[in-house]
């Protein structure tokens, strides 16, 4: 194909959420209702959330990093203790870590998946590690068996950041239902969305239970308790709390998401497929590889690699190049230990984890969303084909 090819006359974007009518008419009703904050949608939409995973408990929250941090205060973490994550996450997950006193211990990802490496896992443990937060990078499982395996040799929590995996299996088990707690997104770019939200799943009811005190203000009842349930209008504080919760608004729109979960999920495994045999014949470029291990992938990203050493530009000046034919990308993510937070207060330096800095400077999302079209998966092939072909050593 010569420069001369035809690219898109509209920007495709890295990703759009799909709202429909009936998200519309159920936050209009929210707001003629006389009760827009946390009550009895929210309610609803923790009820959908636990059907669907078939677990006891779920508690909503304003977003994943909000629920990341009750999940880890819950469980206990605090300072003294280390928490182990994958460098190639987002700064969430880390930081989230930080807030509650802890040492993010921060180890290298599978150069081929990114997901968290094993035995990087294996070797930070030690007597001060409280928790390890496996993240299902870009919606695919990590080795659950060997990391329930590795935590209950040592003692060790599992706090999921499954951020990209609502939808996601592992082995033919929903995730959610496999690590101690578990937590999930609902920010725009992710399976279903609530606008900004999260939630936090688990078994343990006592853990459910400081989740819910730890959301609001640390006090016992809601205030949809006290006005609508017949509670008195006393209430008692039993620890400092945040005010970590979601509202009605973003739950009426949660509850319908909740019913196109399955859907979405099939849609973008669709798109994923056609991009997967599309790439096959892109020279310069190699798409993330699948585990093992029989999974459903909940495809919240497309994630390809770049070729540097055929190419003769780096990656950021081809997402550039990308943007100017009209298609939006994204970089998920630069590895958390070559920041300076991370290097300045934790010591981390260039070198600690090879394949999460590899991956930092290849990587790129292509864009991925539910109503994209098979002509648009196209478009996003023929313009990547075209840019790294003019630029091929
Ligand atoms: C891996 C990971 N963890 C945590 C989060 C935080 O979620 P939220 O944006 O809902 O706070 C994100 C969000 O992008 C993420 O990608």
């Known amino acids: 194909m010569s420069r001369s090819a035809n690219f898109r006359s509209e920007f495709l974007p890295l990703s ?37 995973l078939g677990v006891p408990e779920a508690v909503a929250v304003s977003s994943g990093t909000a629920g990341l ?7 206990g973490v605090g300072p003294g203790d280390e928490v182990i994550t994958s460098s190639m996450t987002f ?10 006193g802890a040492r993010p211990v921060l180890v290298d990802c599978d150069s081929d998946t990114l997901n968290i490496d094993l035995d990087g896992m294996k070797a930070r443990i030690n007597s001060r590690t409280k928790a390890v937060v496996p993240v299902h990078f870009a919606g695919q499982p990590c080795a659950m068996d060997e990391i329930v ?27 959610g239902t496999i690590g101690d707690l578990t937590m999930f997104s609902f920010h725009p770019i992710k399976t279903i969305t609530t606008g900004e939200g999260g939630m936090v799943v688990t078994r343990n009811k006592d853990w459910a239970e400081r989740l819910r005190l730890l959301r609001f203000h640390g006090i016992t009842t809601s205030a949809w308790e006290r006005q ?11 620890l400092p709390g945040f005010k970590y919760t979601m509202m009605d608004i973003q739950a009426a729109i949660g509850i319908h998401q909740m019913d196109k979960l399955d859907w979405f999920v099939e849609q973008r495994a669709k798109l994923a497929h056609m991009y997967r045999l599309a790439c096959a014949d892109v020279q310069g470029l190699k798409p993330l590889g699948l585990v ?72 790129l999302s292509l864009p991925l969303f539910p109503k994209m079209s098979e002509k648009d998966v196209q478009d996003v092939v023929q313009t990547v084909a075209v840019v790294l072909g003019e630029h091929l050593k």
């Open 228 to 238: 609508a349930g017949g509670r008195s209008a006393q209430y008692s504080i039993e």
């Open 91 to 100: 700064a969430a997950t880390a930081n989230a870590i930080v807030l509650c």
């Open 16 to 52: 759009r959420p799909t709202l429909g009518e009936e998200e519309i008419q159920e936050v209009v009703n929210t707001l003629r209702s006389g009760w827009i904050t946390t009550g009895p949608k929210v309610a609803l939409f923790e009820n959908k959330f636990r059907d669907y």
């Open 292 to 363: 093992p291990y029989p999974q459903r992938h909940a495809w919240h990203l497309f994630v390809v690699q770049l070729e540097l050493e055929r190419l003769t530009i780096g990656r950021d000046r081809f997402l550039e190049l990308l943007k100017e034919r009209n298609v939006g990308t994204g970089i998920h993510f630069p590895a958390l230990h070559l920041q300076p937070y991370y290097q300045e207060k934790w010591g981390y330096r260039n070198g600690d984890c090879p394949h999460a800095e590899r991956a930092s400077h290849r990587i």
């Open 149 to 175: 395996e590795i935590a209950g040799r040592h003692g060790v929590l599992i706090i999921e950041d499954a951020a990209h995996a609502l939808g996601t299996e592992y082995k033919g088990r929903k995730i």
């Open 69 to 75: 941090h009750l999940a880890l205060l819950a469980a």
